[in-house]
């Protein structure tokens, strides 16, 4: 670590468990899935979420999210884009919700049927999507990181790429803990009704979640 000049490696891991724990965009992705999917679901929504913070990573310490730092055009292109998509992954969720309400030629007796779960690689791809498209990710890893490299150190790039490994295999491991106790908790209590609702209620907090991004600013 002394030849990449990076410094307080300690003070970072415990600065990057604090920001993982903070509920977000991510967290909530993982989370919902994981309750209306099972600990699979929940786990590609993990890997998602950190192939789109390598994403953010490598566009960091290249100098394109830089580019979003000062441009207020290229920061709101970003912004609306990832804005519609939360609107758009909300009301799939709510469009989910409202399938699992049983048919009137139903016995009120009988529970309706759960559809399939959605694909693996759908819920990675919402997940990589989710957080590629949130501008605010990309401003993180190149205001946070650079605090952590030495002024003058030699290999910057690299330095740079080491923290962002560092910040997103620490975060995929925090991401895979909360997919297992929310897995146990759906074991406890899972049942077609609380899965409706928890599409409902994320299919709203996501559209809350694109209204906010909205109304970000280039230097907030």
């Known amino acids: 670590m002394i030849e ?11 600065a990057v468990l604090v920001l ?21 679901a929940g786990v590609a929504a993990a890997l998602g979420v950190c192939a789109g913070c390598v994403v953010h990573t490598l566009a960091a310490a290249f100098g394109l999210a830089a580019l979003m730092a000062v441009s207020a055009w ?4 970003v912004k609306w884009a990832g804005a519609a998509y939360l609107v758009w992954l909300g009301l799939g969720m709510l469009r989910e919700a409202a399938r699992r309400v049983a048919s009137p030629t139903q016995p ?5 049927t759960p559809p399939a779960p959605a694909p693996l690689a759908a819920v990675f791809r919402q997940g990589l999507l989710t ?6 990710v990309a401003l993180f890893f190149l205001a946070f ?4 490299i030495a002024p003058d150190a030699e290999h910057k790039t690299w330095a740079f790429l080491a923290l962002g490994a560092w910040s997103i295999v620490q975060g995929m491991l925090f991401l895979f803990a909360v997919v297992a106790a929310t897995a146990w908790l759906r074991r406890l209590g899972g049942s077609p009704r609380l899965t409706r609702w928890l599409n409902a209620a994320g299919g709203v907090l996501f559209l809350g979640l694109a209204a906010r991004l909205a109304q970000a600013e280039v230097h907030s």
């Open 108 to 112: 009120l007796t009988q529970q309706p």
């Open 74 to 77: 290229a920061f709101s292109l």
């Open 131 to 136: 957080n590629v498209l949130n501008p605010k």
């Open 4 to 14: 990449l000049g990076i410094h307080d490696l300690a003070l970072f891991t415990v």
């Open 20 to 40: 993982n724990a903070t509920p977000g965009v991510d967290m909530l992705y993982t989370v919902s899935r994981t309750l209306t999917g099972g600990w699979r």
């Open 145 to 148: 990181l650079p605090q952590f």
